[in-house]
């Protein structure tokens, strides 16, 4: 009988372990291909695994709770055939697919060279066309779809195959709105522009570190001895999963990016005045509305006028250099269950306020559902930490990694301010910052927080 070993695959994200969640199926089960068998836990995301083959399930050689290597064995199928072309290697938790193999022959990473599960996709022009109801779309797509209220069959497809695309969705249930997108100047059709580094200035700069986290558990594991009745008040946190990625993250960052940080007092109120009206506007009646969304198109809109600010220090192998990024992917910090995540907007200068407000809403509601996917994280340009919803006034956060900056919003509160000579209540914030000195200078983020914080005082300064 031909029995099939399914090897931990690397689902497109570049991690070498994964955490065994849960097991769909058990010894015994019929499955075919593309039904999920597991649920994994990577350090970015939960991602179920569909199977490459087709049969009966064997051995289930992986206990749930076990993290293993990529590459591990972690079930075997009997009587189960070599993969389908279009066998998705992952798949996460809300069924967007994680990024496949691209070129015809390709190993998957995880699978070995042995062409168990080499790729037999064709290529885009030979793939066949699934009608379904008329129109072509992946089911995700038809899922944002419904998410956005919009009609697939009203929308014209650009995919190669004729099927309806993310990009597709997206520009259909765009609407006109009373904002623009500001662009002080124009966004360059270059996308990305790399800034060499003087020798000198790079061998001053602060050299990464291969630093790890101090060890808070140390003191746990001496008192937890078996001779000692201390081992009955301390609890021992196994470091895994988001928690273990944000630590070495974070580490990372502070000990290789010099950090400097700045902030100021802001008036709000007329932010606040702006997010009152747009609650009520038809336009936004089924959007939610908030303040981030006035601090995001204020962090889009000074990005472009300090572009160091949305920068990279890249150590390339000719030398260090700056990669100036001409687009705005913005991160948004996200607490969550699972810890620490920072799923990113892509192309967000693109986006109208609407269209920012639904994927700020998104982005918040998939995060608290646990269903945040690799590639949301990935490949962010510049950063926003929400503090006020914690009631903190002001911090000094941390840069994500390949990042330059990051701005925190503060609580918004009422104080008294003073205005025209006189004392009122406003409802005032602080918008602070932190910056890779490396990369953006002292009056480079000054201008960048006092940018942001113009744009909050007055919003009407993004008003056509």
């Not at 009997?78 to 938790?93: C, E, I, K, M």
Request: negative net charge; aromatic residues 4%; hydrophobic residues 45%.
């Amino acid at each position: 009988m031909n029995i099939q070993t399914f090897l931990l695959p690397d689902v497109g994200e570049g991690l070498t372990e994964a955490e065994i969640v849960t097991w769909r199926v058990a010894p015994g089960d019929t499955v075919a291909v593309n039904d999920v068998i597991v649920e994994i836990e990577t350090a970015k995301s939960l991602v179920e695994l569909p199977s490459p083959f087709s049969g009966t399930v064997g051995d289930v050689l992986v206990a749930e709770g076990t993290t293993v290597d990529v590459g591990t064995p972690i079930i075997t199928i009997a009587g189960g055939d070599a993969p389908a072309a279009d066998v998705t290697v992952g798949q996460s938790a809300h069924g967007q697919p994680e990024p496949e193999p691209q070129d015809e022959g390709a190993v998957l990473v995880g699978y070995g060279t042995g062409g168990q599960v080499a790729s037999r996709r064709r290529k885009p022009a030979e793939r066949p066309v699934r009608a379904s109801v008329g129109v072509v779309a992946k089911p995700p797509i038809r899922k944002l779809a419904r998410d956005l209220g919009v009609e697939l069959a009203a929308v014209t497809p650009s995919g190669p195959a004729g099927e309806v695309t993310r990009e597709d969705v997206m520009r259909h249930a765009s609407q006109a709105s009373v904002f623009r997108n500001i662009a002080t100047p124009e966004w360059p059709e270059v996308r990305e522009e790399r800034i060499p580094v003087a020798a000198e200035i790079a061998a001053s700069a602060v050299a990464p570190v291969q630093a790890t986290a101090p060890s808070t558990l140390a003191p746990a594991r001496a008192a937890a001895s078996p001779s000692s009745r201390e081992d009955e008040r301390i609890e021992t946190i196994p470091v895994k999963g988001v928690r273990k990625a944000t630590a070495n993250a974070m580490v990372g960052s502070a000990y290789s990016a010099p950090h400097v940080s700045v902030w100021t007092d802001v008036d709000a109120t007329r932010t606040m005045e702006l997010v009152k009206r747009l609650k009520t506007s038809p336009d936004f009646a089924d959007v939610k509305v908030s303040p981030l969304l006035i601090m995001a198109r204020a962090v889009i809109w000074a990005v472009r006028r300090t572009p160091m600010v949305n920068a990279a220090w890249v150590d390339a192998d000719s030398g260090a250099e700056i990669h100036v990024r001409h687009y705005v992917n913005l991160g948004i910090a996200a607490a969550t269950p699972r810890g620490l995540l920072v799923p990113n907007i892509k192309d967000a200068q693109n986006l109208s306020m609407r269209e920012l407000a639904r994927a700020l809403e998104k982005l918040t509601l998939t995060a608290r559902e646990g269903k945040t996917t690799p590639a949301d994280q990935q490949h962010g340009t510049v950063t926003i930490t929400n503090i006020g919803v914690f009631g903190m006034d002001a911090g000094t956060p941390i840069i994500n990694p390949g990042e330059a900056g990051i701005v925190a919003m503060g609580t918004i509160r009422q104080k008294p301010w003073v205005v025209d000579g006189e004392v009122r209540p406003r409802w005032v914030t602080t918008v602070a910052g932190s910056f890779d000195h490396r990369v953006v200078d002292g009056d480079g983020m000054s201008r960048f927080i006092a940018d942001v914080a113009s744009i909050l005082e007055e919003p009407a300064l993004l008003l056509d």
